[in-house]
């Protein structure tokens, strides 16, 4: 009787192909999320999160790729990670695009195959799709977001993707991947055809209840999420003529999987224009709700595709890379990328808020302020979007950069004035709250350039209400720095009694004015928010419109490349109320990986706070960035 049981056993293992083997299936209790961070240098790369639950990410090895490109690439640049299991369960094979965007533009010809057994340690081969089918894709001048799944029926690994040649439609196709995974061993052939022919990619597949149903972004015309569905792998898909994402803006890199142990689906997508990612829940794979508020991630992912693990496949990547955010405790203060932090004590509310410039859009391009609130100086609450320039602002809807804010106290309550920077102008918005929202005076407040002003922007504006004379200042200016007195209205002022006080030739931009001892300090930012020297200096007056004298030694903060902080400037001060401990609030290049990236590590920023101290004359003493940051007493 047993050996019948035993015989059967084997039979049923050979005939049922879609299992491929009899061993235990793996138990999925946790989650990976494989992704790369952005278009500039050092950030297409692979990056490793982990989620137990499937919408709270937390960023492995230090917030660096797990795989190194000078090994696996042929550009120089890997995006679109996409990671599946074997079908018997005890491997996983990768594909990713073969890209580096800062040299090629968005041209490449060749995908990368990666094969491990324990999704620590990878094998790969290159696929250059001219070199391998010459005759019929050698001109081809696109080969983007590849994917794989297990073909049951075929018995092999499909991989598809899409490609484009020059003035034509992208265009998903499929290849079969040889046995050990290195190669393609069949031509590619079209995989969907869209109905008016038009652009597709990032094309995703995921099978359910017979169907195959393929989610697409129709590149070009839309930029959103459609799907075709098709009761055969490789043929046959019929679109659906219904966009999928629960957003106006646009996005790509659909990325769909099932929650463990749940009938309902996940969609995330990159909102790619916005720098942010979006995750929708579904039961049906044709109705999805938008679950943002579900999520967290300390980091800012690309396209990339989340695989369900174990808790052995969970502890080991663990084991291997370790938690990015358990290396650093308090800087910095900020999950994601911040930068120009303005920070104010409310009396109103009884704590502190920032107002940082939101980072991470290539060329500086965000276009809304959040605000932020601690009791603590340490930790953060993400309070609100408070302007957005695109829904609030009628004179703009770009560059929203380096604000400022200033508490008023009136008889009946707070009012509250925020200076912003927007199209390379100055406006100014104002509320009853700290948290907002604010309403947009309607026009700028800067528009031009000061007289005797040469070069440089409209931008970085600081406001300073001088305690001796009551009178509420209006500093800014990047190449040069103006002063103004303002009005009572506090959104507008005399263009005569504008004053230029430019320090000296280090002054680039970020002005900070605050009293304490009857002297008056300005602080700039010199270099360039790119540049891993961007560093802070200061200077003391008598007033708040000078004349400004340069201490000897008024370098006081720069980068610590020991501890791996570069690009340290564009501050804030804040005075602990009732003390005279005294912080700074600055920005610097995302840590470790910014000093990389090159360029784009200078809109790719996070805010810090370390302590600022004085000498018995009242002189800045040099500040040391730390991991650690603050804690107060």
């Known amino acids: 009787m047993k050996i019948f049981k035993s015989h059967l056993l084997s039979l049923i293992c050979i005939i049922t192909i879609a299992a491929s083997s009899c061993s235990k299936p793996i138990e999925t209790e946790a989650y990976l999320f494989a992704y790369f961070i952005g278009n500039g240098p050092g950030q297409e790369s692979v990056h490793y999160a982990i989620s137990d639950d499937g919408f709270n990410y937390r960023a492995l090895n230090n917030y660096l790729p797990?795989?190194?490109?000078d090994i696996i690439s042929k550009q120089g640049g890997v995006r679109d990670p996409h990671i599946?299991?074997?079908d018997d369960g005890k491997s996983f094979y990768m594909v990713l695009t073969d890209l580096y965007v800062p040299?090629?533009?968005?041209?490449n010809e060749g995908m990368i195959l990666l094969k491990s057994d324990d999704l620590v340690n990878w094998t790969h081969s290159n696929i250059h799709i001219p070199t391998v089918f010459p005759e019929k894709f050698g001109?081809?001048?696109r080969v983007w977001a590849p994917q794989t799944i297990f073909d049951s029926k075929a018995g092999k690994y499909m991989v598809y993707w899409s490609m484009q040649f020059e003035g034509e439609a992208d265009i998903i196709y499929y290849a079969y991947a040889n046995k050990d995974f290195t190669a393609l061993e069949s031509e590619p052939e079209q995989l969907f055809f869209h109905p008016e022919g038009k652009s597709c990619i990032d094309g995703d597949i995921i099978f359910q209840e017979g169907k195959y149903h393929l989610f697409f972004k129709t590149e070009g015309h839309g930029n959103g999420l459609k799907k075709a569905v098709s009761d055969k792998l490789t043929e046959g898909y019929e679109m659906q003529d219904k966009y999928l994402q629960q957003t106006k803006e646009a996005v790509e890199g659909s990325g769909i999987f099932r929650l463990n142990n749940s009938e309902k689906f996940i969609l995330m997508y990159d909102v790619y224009m916005k720098g942010s990612y979006q995750f929708t829940e579904s039961d049906d794979l044709e109705n999805f709700k938008i679950i943002d508020e579900q999520i967290s991630m300390d980091f800012h992912p690309r396209h990339g595709s989340v695989l369900p693990i174990s808790l052995e496949e969970?502890?080991?990547?663990?084991?291997?890379f370790g938690y990015a955010d358990e290396v650093v405790s308090g800087n910095p203060v900020l999950k994601g990328y911040y930068a120009d932090p303005e920070i104010i004590y409310s009396e109103k509310e009884q704590k502190y808020f920032l107002y940082p410039t939101s980072d991470g859009f290539d060329g500086w391009s965000g276009t809304y302020f959040k605000t932020f609130s601690s009791e603590n100086l340490r930790d953060w609450k993400e309070e609100a979007v408070i302007l957005d320039l695109e829904k609030d602002v009628s004179w703009s809807d770009k560059h929203a950069w380096a604000p400022t804010m200033l508490e008023v106290k009136k008889e009946d309550g707070y009012e509250y004035f925020y200076y912003f920077t927007a199209s390379q102008k100055i406006g100014v918005a104002t509320s009853d709250s700290p948290s907002g929202p604010f309403t947009d005076s309607g026009k700028p407040l800067v528009d031009f350039k000061p007289e005797g002003a040469t070069g440089g922007q409209?931008?970085?504006?600081?406001i300073f209400k001088d305690p001796q004379s009551d009178i509420t200042y209006l500093y800014w200016g990047n190449g040069y720095l103006a002063a103004v007195p303002l009005n009572d209205d506090l959104k507008s002022f005399d263009k005569k009694k504008i004053t230029l006080m430019t320090p000296d030739r280090t002054f680039r931009e970020g002005v900070e004015v605050f009293f304490r001892n009857g002297k008056y300090y300005f602080l700039w930012s010199e270099d360039d928010t790119?540049?891993?020297n961007?560093?802070?200096?200061?200077?003391i007056s008598d007033s708040p419109v000078g004349p400004l004298e340069i201490p000897e030694n008024n370098l006081i903060l720069s980068k610590n490349p020991k501890l791996g902080i570069y690009g340290t400037g564009h501050n804030s001060v804040i005075n602990v109320k009732d003390t005279d401990d005294w912080m700074i609030v600055y920005h610097r290049f995302k840590r470790p990986e910014g000093i990389r990236m090159g360029s784009s590590a200078g809109f790719h920023r996070e805010v810090c706070i370390d302590k600022m101290e004085f000498d018995e004359n009242g002189y800045i003493l040099k500040i040391e960035p730390t991991l650690e940051g603050v804690v107060l007493e």
């Open 66 to 69: 797990i795989l190194d490109n």
């Open 84 to 86: 599946l299991r074997s």
């Open 103 to 107: 040299n090629d533009g968005w041209t």
């Open 139 to 141: 001109e081809v001048r």
């Open 314 to 320: 969970k502890e080991r990547l663990i084991k291997e």
């Open 458 to 462: 409209e931008i970085d504006p600081d």
């Open 530 to 532: 790119r540049s891993e």
């Open 534 to 539: 961007y560093r802070v200096r200061y200077a």
